[in-house]
Nanobody
Framework: QVQLVESGGGLVQPGESLRLSCAAS????????MGWYRQAPGKQRESVAN???????NHEDSVKGRFTISRDNAKNTVYLQMNSLKPEDTAVYYC?????????????????WGQGTQVTVST
């Protein structure tokens, strides 16, 4: 059983910072891409940033220069440092990871989601 648990959300004022964390646990063989998505009220879930196992990153244009994704492979954890937050960043932020597990003699790879953490940017 694999779980992704996010933490670090909250209520901040415009211009402030937050750091989200997402830890994967369970019978993990390996983790490939890890990423962050967000979903604002009334909108579709959208990609924010992702990072490969060897550290290559991709950030969406809306967050470039403000958000930074990173990961600690030893801890199976991905982070999202969010600076200069804007009201339009308000959303539920979800962690996603492509994780391989061992099932008997086979290696199975699936995508997993965390439960989400609320980020609210408001005065």
């Amino acid at each position: 059983q694999v779980q992704l648990v996010e933490s670090g959300g909250g209520l901040v004022q415009p211009g402030e910072s937050l750091r989200l964390s997402c830890a994967a646990s369970g019978s993990i063989f390996s983790i490939a891409v890890m990423g962050w998505y967000r979903q604002a009220p009334g909108k579709q879930r959208e990609s924010v940033a992702n990072i490969t196992g060897d550290g290559n990153t991709n950030h969406e244009d809306s967050v470039k220069g403000r958000f930074t994704i990173s990961r600690d492979n030893a801890k199976n954890t991905v982070y999202l440092q969010m600076n200069s937050l804007k009201p339009e960043d308000t959303a539920v932020y979800y962690c996603n990871a492509r994780i391989s597990t061992v099932r008997g003699t086979r290696i199975m790879t699936s995508g997993y989601w965390g439960q989400g953490t609320q980020v609210t940017v408001s005065t």
